[in-house]
């Protein structure tokens, strides 16, 4: 695997670039411009959905000027490139988000089910508000009935990895984002 080729194969799966890292840190900004103007005077809490948004996350950060805080959360619902169609939270907030104004940064929304069990969990703490930021949407196979708040890119439903995205926990690396060859 070699970081910036135009394909790559993880496991014996051929990948080819589908958007660089430049769209992407450029699509990531653009996102952070929002947050700032629509949280201006005020203090965030992100929470950061792992192991797939870390890359995310730390790059949206280094754009965000309003008060912040970050916390994690763990959640897991693919196995393989298949969504197992269910979601387990294997690491649980450490701290109470009554009051805060939180933000939930995840790498991908496809079908919406780990946003309706983060949803879930989080409501559970009353916060001052609650909203969606997501690196990448699937608009043609989100099913959620909640809205996505901060969108930096919509793409087709492809398999894919790189920037935090993993296949078999391989490619989180990439600076890139790859899909399946056809």
């Known amino acids: 695997m070699k970081t910036g080729a135009s394909e790559i194969s ?11 890292h430049a769209q992407i840190s450029e699509a990531v900004k653009q996102v952070a411009v929002k947050i700032n103007t ?43 490139m298949e969504s197992q169609g269910s979601v387990s939270l294997v690491t649980d907030l450490s701290e109470n988000l009554k009051g805060k104004e939180v933000i939930i940064l995840e790498d ?25 930021c997501t690196l990448l949407l699937k608009p043609d196979t989100y099913k959620g009935d909640r809205n996505i708040d901060y969108t930096a890119l919509s793409i087709p439903n492809d398999f894919i990895v790189g920037y935090g995205l993993d296949y078999n926990e391989l490619g989180r690396n990439l600076p890139d984002i790859y899909k399946v060859k056809p």
């Open 10 to 20: 993880l496991l014996g799966i051929s990948f080819e670039k589908y958007l660089t």
């Open 38 to 80: 629509d949280y201006a005077g005020r203090e965030v809490k992100f929470v950061s959905v792992l192991n797939g948004a870390f890359m995310f996350t730390s790059d949206l950060l280094k754009h965000i000027t309003v008060a912040c805080t970050v916390t994690f959360i763990r959640a897991k619902s693919y196995h393989g």
């Open 108 to 132: 991908i929304v496809d079908t919406g089910l780990t946003m309706q069990k983060l949803f879930e969990r989080i409501e559970k703490d009353e916060p001052a508000s609650l909203k969606i």
